[in-house]
């Protein structure tokens, strides 16, 4: 089999390591575009390109995708995959991924930053010195070692706090509504509630779900000791803003940092209005946990690494919309047949079948179904005839269908 020639389109300033991750995985022909392109433009690029990288800003809607016949995965260079129309892309079998985790250490780093600030009182100070005023006073201000940090979510994020948090000196608490493994010294909690009573900042690192919906209203923020600090670094619509502003008001609570707000600007244009501005004990961010270089680098890496492992094996273990499958690098003498297919009855029957009547052995197999979406992979044995693919794009349920060889032959046919 020929090599297969790839190419990717990257735009939106996909960053510069991106390009050499790729090629890591096989030959692919790497085109940018800088900033964010209309998309008109993409569209124009898109009629031969494998791959599409974007952040953020780039909307691949139904129209993208119809101009882009080739497309095997889009990757989104960033956390949220809200800019993709995940329904449309799994109907043309077209693979999205994102880089979910590449940021974690950044607001980890953030939230011990605050939590120090919180209990030094620092925010207070910087205020009245930025106006010509000196509070040189030890009131009210704090060591964390041997405080009690309460992390309510303890996976990527809250699990990085609690080994930081340690090496701090601080006494972590845990409260997670999956089993957790506890980091050193730290304490798993049996409630929400009891972890609230128990210690000095609470700090959220749970999803937006339904369940997680205000999750500290009014009530539970009452729960909290009095004089402790909260942070909210995860999602805007956990807290019950208005009930913070209350407990500030009236000092039950010592403090606060948030960094993320039920109403958020889209732009720098637009103006930021809450309840919080008006305390000089909160920290205000502007969204800003995961905003590093390094989170930056670390998700051009994560999602390159995810697309080329797509092209060059059609593992799809972290794509979001794609059934899952890690089928490893395709074995010397062998070709591999990718075909995303609609689930119904039959299918392997008639892939199966189809390698047969070519004289195929069907060395190793694997299929995963999820929703309408089935993807199944075949490791053949034997020489592939030229139709074949046509063959396997023309049985029933077949959405598309490609080849990939060893990557020893790709490589010594590049
Ligand atoms: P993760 O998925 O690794 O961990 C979340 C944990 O919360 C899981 O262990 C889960 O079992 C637990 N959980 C879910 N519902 C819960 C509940 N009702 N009570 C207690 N625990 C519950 O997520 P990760 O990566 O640690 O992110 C945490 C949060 O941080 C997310 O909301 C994410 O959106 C946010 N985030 C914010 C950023 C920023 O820029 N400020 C950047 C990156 C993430």
Same mark, same amino acid.
């Given at each position: 089999?020929?090599?297969?020639?790839?190419?990717?389109?990257?735009?939106?300033?996909?960053?510069?390591?991106?390009?050499?991750?790729?090629?890591?995985?096989?030959?692919?022909?790497?085109?940018?575009?800088?900033?964010?392109?209309?998309?008109?433009?993409?569209?124009?690029?898109?009629?031969?390109?494998?791959?599409?990288? %974007?952040?953020?800003?780039?909307?691949?809607?139904?129209?993208?995708?119809?101009?882009? =016949?080739?497309?095997? /995965?889009?990757?989104?260079?960033?956390?949220?995959?809200?800019?993709?129309?995940?329904?449309?892309?799994?109907?043309?079998?077209?693979?999205? *991924?994102?880089?979910? *985790?590449?940021?974690?250490?950044?607001?980890?780093?953030?939230?011990?930053?605050?939590?120090?600030?919180?209990?030094?009182?620092?925010?207070?100070?910087?205020?009245?010195?930025?106006?010509?005023?000196?509070?040189?006073?030890?009131?009210?201000?704090?060591?964390?070692?041997?405080?009690?940090?309460?992390?309510?979510?303890?996976?990527?994020?809250?699990?990085?706090?609690?080994? %930081?948090?340690?090496?701090?000196?601080?006494?972590?608490?845990?409260?997670?509504?999956?089993?957790?493994?506890?980091?050193?010294?730290?304490?798993?909690?049996?409630?929400?509630?009891?972890?609230?009573?128990?210690?000095?900042?609470?700090?959220?690192?749970?999803?937006?779900?339904?369940?997680?919906?205000?999750?500290?209203?009014?009530?539970?923020?009452?729960?909290?000791?009095?004089?402790? *600090?909260?942070?909210?670094?995860?999602?805007?619509?956990?807290?019950?803003?208005?009930?913070?502003?209350?407990?500030?008001?009236?000092?039950?609570?010592?403090?606060?940092?948030?960094?993320?707000? =039920?109403?958020?600007?889209?732009?720098?244009?637009?103006?930021?209005?809450? =309840?919080?501005?008006?305390?000089?004990?909160?920290?205000?961010?502007?969204?800003?946990?995961?905003?590093?270089?390094?989170?930056?680098? /670390?998700?051009?890496?994560?999602?390159?690494?995810?697309?080329?492992?797509?092209?060059?094996?059609?593992?799809?273990?972290?794509?979001?919309?794609?059934?899952?499958?890690?089928?490893?690098?395709?074995?010397?003498?062998?070709?591999?047949?990718?075909?995303?297919?609609?689930?119904? =009855?039959?299918?392997?029957?008639?892939?199966?079948?189809?390698?047969?009547?070519?004289?195929?052995?069907?060395?190793?197999?694997?299929?995963?179904?999820?929703?309408?979406?089935?993807?199944?992979?075949?490791?053949?044995?034997?020489?592939?005839?030229?139709?074949?693919?046509?063959?396997?794009?023309?049985?029933?349920?077949?959405?598309?269908?490609?080849?990939?060889?060893?990557?020893?032959?790709?490589?010594?046919?590049?």
């Amino acid at each position: 089999m020929p090599a297969t020639p790839f190419s990717a389109l990257l735009v939106e300033n996909v960053h510069a390591d991106a390009d050499a991750v790729l090629q890591q995985h096989g030959p692919i022909a790497i085109e940018r575009m800088t900033g964010s392109p209309d998309p008109e433009a993409i569209r124009a690029k898109l009629a031969t390109a494998h791959l599409l990288g %974007i952040r953020s800003r780039t909307h691949v809607d139904a129209a993208l995708l119809d101009a882009a =016949p080739a497309l095997e /995965a889009v990757g989104c260079f960033c956390i949220g995959t809200n800019q993709v129309d995940l329904d449309e892309a799994s109907r043309r079998g077209v693979a999205v *991924f994102n880089a979910p *985790f590449a940021n974690t250490r950044s607001v980890a780093e953030l939230t011990m930053a605050s939590i120090v600030m919180l209990m030094r009182r620092v925010p207070e100070k910087m205020f009245a010195i930025h106006q010509g005023g000196w509070l040189k006073t030890a009131e009210g201000a704090y060591e964390v070692r041997k405080k009690k940090l309460g992390i309510v979510g303890y996976g990527n994020i809250g699990a990085q706090l609690s080994v %930081i948090a340690s090496a701090f000196g601080m006494h972590v608490h845990y409260y997670d509504i999956e089993p957790k493994l506890a980091h050193g010294n730290a304490r798993g909690m049996d409630s929400l509630d009891a972890l609230l009573r128990e210690c000095d900042v609470v700090t959220l690192h749970v999803p937006s779900t339904a369940r997680t919906k205000n999750l500290m209203n009014a009530a539970r923020i009452a729960a909290m000791k009095p004089g402790a *600090f909260l942070i909210n670094q995860a999602r805007g619509d956990l807290v019950d803003v208005d009930a913070l502003a209350a407990a500030l008001e009236s000092g039950h609570l010592a403090g606060a940092a948030v960094d993320v707000f =039920p109403k958020e600007p889209k732009s720098k244009d637009e103006a930021f209005e809450s =309840p919080l501005q008006k305390f000089k004990n909160v920290i205000l961010t502007p969204h800003i946990g995961g905003s590093t270089l390094e989170a930056q680098a /670390a998700i051009g890496h994560d999602a390159a690494s995810k697309l080329g492992k797509y092209l060059y094996e059609g593992g799809t273990m972290h794509a979001v919309n794609f059934p899952r499958i890690d089928p490893g690098p395709v074995r010397e003498g062998r070709t591999r047949i990718l075909v995303p297919h609609a689930n119904a =009855p039959g299918f392997l029957r008639r892939l199966n079948d189809a390698a047969e009547r070519a004289g195929l052995n069907v060395a190793a197999q694997y299929l995963q179904t999820e929703a309408e979406l089935g993807y199944a992979i075949a490791d053949l044995e034997g020489a592939v005839p030229s139709d074949f693919l046509d063959r396997i794009r023309a049985l029933d349920g077949t959405i598309r269908a490609r080849l990939i060889a060893a990557p020893e032959a790709i490589r010594s046919a590049a």
